[in-house]
């Protein structure tokens, strides 16, 4: 693994946010909280969730600080989401552009819940939370569509097919 393919990941995962949050726009307050399925129940606090995630392991890999689990009643609008998550991308991609290749066999201590302590090589920590992000993301458009609103199709491949148009 390099730096440019986690680059390559998070950059999917953000154009799928602006996917996301095109669609998020059109929901009401209600829907954009209403409990309808799922791990975390709503769109708003699926999309918590995967927000703290990706700042936490940013945090555990050297980057930001977080602070306490993020909540989603600190959220109680679509903007005020899009708000923290365009932060989170500014600090995941200033994180990222300073990390070299050698970088990501640097292994990582950290805490994970009740597991107690663990190690992992910062790329896979990284990898993993792109990933995390993408399993999530899937869930927020089948909560959308349950909601009535298609958020249409963000597979990678259409990422990179536009990509390749530009």
Same mark, same amino acid.
């Given at each position: ?71 989603? *009643? ?34 990582? *201590? ?57």
């Amino acid at each position: 693994m390099k730096v440019s393919d986690l680059i390559g990941l998070y950059d999917y995962g953000y154009w799928v946010n602006g996917k996301l949050f095109q669609v998020l726009a059109q929901l009401t307050p209600e829907d954009f909280t209403r409990p309808v399925a799922g791990s975390y129940g709503s769109v708003r606090n699926t999309l918590v969730h995967t927000m703290s995630a990706e700042w936490g392991w940013l945090e555990r890999c050297g980057g930001a600080a977080r602070g306490a689990e993020l909540k989603g *009643e600190d959220y109680p609008t679509v903007d005020a989401l899009r708000e923290t998550w365009n932060r989170v991308e500014g600090y995941a991609r200033e994180f990222l552009s300073r990390l070299k290749d050698e970088d990501l066999n640097r292994v990582v *201590e950290f805490t994970l819940g009740p597991t107690g302590r663990r190690t992992m090589p910062l790329g896979e920590l990284l990898h993993h939370a792109a990933n995390h992000g993408v399993h999530h993301r899937g869930q927020v458009a089948l909560l959308l569509r349950m909601l009535g609103h298609p958020p249409g199709n963000f597979d990678i491949f259409f990422f990179y097919a536009e990509r390749r148009a530009v």
